[in-house]
C-alpha cells in the first residue's frame, strides 16, 4: 500500500510517513513521562493527532487521482495540506514537550499566538478540503465506480462537517458543553461522562471519510451480483445513517449529555 500511496500523491504521502515516524518516537516517550494534563499523560494529544492525521493525510493521497482536475490545482491542496499538517502537529508535540494544553490555551501571550496559529491553520486547511470537494462532485475522473465515487463523495463532506465542529470547538472556547473542560472521561478518548462532549461528533465526521469507501469496498466484496446502481443505494443508505448518527451526536452534546454516562 505505502509505494501506491507515494505513487498518486508524493507530498501527502510524505506527510503521512513523518506523522507515523512521529508517532513511534511520541509512544517510546510517554511512559517515561509522567506529567499530567486533565488527568491523561501529557502525550496522549499527540498520540492521537498524529495517528489520525497520518491516517488522513494518506486517504486523502489515495483519493487524489480520482479527481480530474489539473495536476498543478491538486498540487496545490496536496501541498497546502501538507503545510497545514506538519505546523499544527509540530505545534502539538512543542506544547506536550512544555507540559501545557495545546487548544484553548491564553496562559502566556506566547500561548495565545501559538493558539490563534493552530486556528488559522486548520482554518486553511478547511478551506483546502473544500476546494478538493469541489472538485470530487463538480467533475470526477471516470474511475472510480459510482458506488466508491459516492462513498468518496459523502466522506469529503463529513470530514468538512468534523472540521467545523473543530472550529466551532474553538469559537466556543471548550470541547464540554454544560461544565468545564476534563473531569472524568472515557478511557484514552477521554469523553465526558458527565456532560456534553463536541469531540464526540468530531471524531465520527473527521473518520467517515474513511468509514464510507472502506464500506462501499465492504459492499463490493460481499454482494458481487449487485451492479453499480444497487450497490450505490447501498452506500447512499449507509451514508444517510452515518450523517443521521453524527447529527444525533452533535445535538446530544450541545444538549449537555453525555455519550456514554457512567
Request: no cysteine; hydrophobic share 55%.
Amino acid at each position: 500500500m505505502i509505494p501506491e500511496v507515494w505513487r498518486r500523491d508524493k507530498p501527502l504521502a510524505a506527510t503521512g510517513g513523518l506523522m507515523f515516524v512521529a508517532l513511534i518516537v511520541v509512544l517510546f516517550i510517554a511512559p517515561f513521562d509522567e506529567r499530567t494534563l486533565l488527568g491523561l499523560n501529557v502525550w496522549v494529544k499527540p498520540v492521537k493527532f498524529l495517528a489520525s492525521v497520518g491516517v488522513f493525510v494518506w486517504t486523502l493521497a489515495w483519493f487524489m487521482p480520482y479527481v480530474a482536475w489539473p495536476a498543478w490545482l491538486r498540487g496545490i491542496v496536496s501541498w497546502g495540506v501538507s503545510g497545514a499538517m506538519i505546523l499544527e502537529n509540530s505545534l502539538h508535540v512543542m506544547h506536550a514537550a512544555r507540559g501545557v494544553p495545546s487548544h484553548l490555551n491564553f496562559e502566556t501571550a506566547l500561548d495565545a499566538r501559538i493558539f490563534q496559529a493552530m486556528g488559522n491553520t486548520i482554518g486553511v486547511n478547511t478551506a483546502y478540503l473544500a476546494s478538493f470537494a469541489l472538485m470530487l462532485f463538480a467533475r470526477p475522473s471516470e474511475w472510480p465506480r459510482p458506488p466508491y465515487l459516492w462513498a468518496f463523495r459523502i466522506g469529503v463532506l463529513l470530514l468538512l462537517a468534523g472540521s467545523l465542529e473543530g472550529m466551532l470547538m474553538i469559537s466556543n472556547g471548550a470541547h464540554a458543553v454544560g461544565l468545564p473542560d476534563g473531569g472524568p472521561g472515557l478511557r484514552f478518548v477521554n469523553f465526558s461522562t458527565e456532560g456534553g462532549d463536541l469531540r464526540v461528533a468530531h471524531l465520527l465526521g473527521l473518520h467517515g471519510f474513511q468509514v464510507l469507501p472502506l464500506f462501499a469496498l465492504w459492499v463490493r466484496r460481499r454482494s458481487p451480483e449487485l451492479d453499480d446502481a444497487g450497490q450505490t443505494r447501498i452506500v447512499l443508505g449507509f451514508g444517510v445513517f452515518y450523517i443521521l448518527v453524527t447529527a444525533l451526536l452533535f445535538s446530544q452534546a450541545m444538549a449537555g449529555r453525555p455519550v456514554l454516562p457512567v
